[in-house]
């Protein structure tokens, strides 16, 4: 099946610095979402992209599209404590039809003040 | 007051006992879903439902069923916990028709002593 493979697993940074994940396929994707989840809570969607080559921000975070549509990226300038937690990308298992989603293993983000 | 919510939050039971995990929604979606997280693991489908009278296995049906009571009713069931089904269990809703995005209920953390 598809299956999304996210990257760095974890990352451990100082306060202020940016940050850079990945997501990559072997499988075309129509749909990017990503998502963060909070400690102890549900995950929330951040951003979603539905164009190849797509670049959306939302504050301090920006994803971006893969033009070969088989990746993604999502950044993170000038972190703060807060942005803690796991960060999922997701994309629409193939076909689509069923509107199922397919997520990535997450990466840990923790932040150090 | 949270649209997709999530009750007990936290459970501890004994192996072979039948446990149920209620999900309600006041977002008027018609698609819902649960959900298993386990560290490392990330999220995986374990029962969906586009409407009441439809209900599809996920990756992972095994040992579990669903009752999709209403429109905003959705409960998963464990016919006899066992300790490897001790993780995370999310609610998801969406709208369905042309919207790949899903919203997550705050989760249930329940434990197979």
């Known amino acids: 099946g598809q299956q999304l493979n996210q990257s760095p697993q974890s990352m451990f940074i100082q306060e202020g610095e940016d940050v850079s994940m990945n997501c990559t396929s072997s499988?075309?994707?129509?749909?990017w979402l990503w998502y963060k989840q909070d400690p102890g809570e549900g995950p929330v969607l951040l951003i979603a992209?539905?164009?190849?080559?797509e670049l959306t921000s939302n504050g301090r975070l920006t994803a971006q599209f893969g033009i070969t549509r088989k990746d993604s990226f999502l950044n993170i300038s000038a972190s703060i404590p807060s942005d803690v937690g796991i960060y999922f990308c997701?994309?629409?298992?193939?076909?689509?039809?069923?509107?199922?989603?397919?997520f990535g293993k997450g990466t840990l983000l923790t932040v150090n003040p | 007051d949270a649209d997709v919510t999530q009750t007990p939050r936290n459970r501890i039971t004994k192996t072979g006992k039948r446990i149920m995990l209620e999900c309600s929604q006041t977002?008027?979606?018609?698609?819902m879903y649960w959900y298993r997280q386990d560290p490392g693991l990330g999220l995986r489908l374990i029962y969906y439902?586009?409407?009441?009278?439809?209900?599809n296995k996920g990756e992972i049906s095994d040992g579990y069923s669903v009752s999709r009571q209403a429109q905003a009713k959705f409960s998963l069931s464990l016919e006899s916990a066992i300790p490897n089904q001790t993780a995370l269990y999310f609610c998801?809703?969406?709208?369905?028709?042309?919207?790949?995005?899903?919203?997550f209920g705050p989760g249930t953390r329940l434990t197979v002593l």
């Open positions: 499988s075309i994707f129509n749909t």
């Open positions: 998801a809703t969406s709208v369905g028709t042309g919207a790949y995005t899903q919203y």
């Open positions: 439902s586009f409407d009441v009278k439809d209900i």
């Open positions: 992209l539905y164009k190849a080559g």
């Open positions: 977002k008027g979606h018609d698609r």
């Open positions: 997701a994309g629409p298992v193939s076909g689509g039809s069923n509107y199922k989603l397919t």
